[in-house]
């Protein structure tokens, strides 16, 4: 599947999310959404999506150990990258968790945070 086309696949979808704030995420004036349930195509099944108030929205998906971004108009490089995969890195199998309906909104929340402070401690 093209990115095109996956970006009019979240375009026309409502799908119920988790979101988090940079409070627990860690990640400067952006917002974690997470999916509350696997998505239909199998090739992003497991996806989450930041959004920036001035930069706009980037989503990644997982691919066993592959964390990709798959659409978004905000192309994350350099610094920025490195820290949403390195936070994806840590929390992958609980966010994959989250999705399946195996974590709750609330626990997934402290599983951040808590990598967040093993990361920058």
């Known amino acids: 599947m093209k990115l095109n086309e996956i970006e009019k696949y979240f375009q026309t979808n409502l799908f119920e999310m988790s979101n988090y704030s940079s409070k627990t995420t860690g990640l400067e004036g952006t917002t974690m959404w997470v999916r509350t349930e696997p ?3 199998p090739h992003i099944k497991y996806r989450v999506k930041f959004q920036h108030p001035q930069k706009g929205s980037a989503v990644f998906a997982f691919w066993g ?3 990709q971004q798959v ?11 490195t820290k949403v995969k390195t936070l994806l890195q840590l929390i992958q199998g609980d966010i994959i968790k989250h999705i399946d309906g195996k974590l709750d909104s609330t626990e997934l929340g402290k599983r951040i945070e808590s990598a967040r402070e093993k990361k920058t401690s």
């Open 39 to 41: 998505g239909v195509l």
């Open 65 to 67: 150990e592959d964390i």
């Open 71 to 81: 659409a978004g108009n905000w192309k994350l490089t350099g610094k920025s990258l």
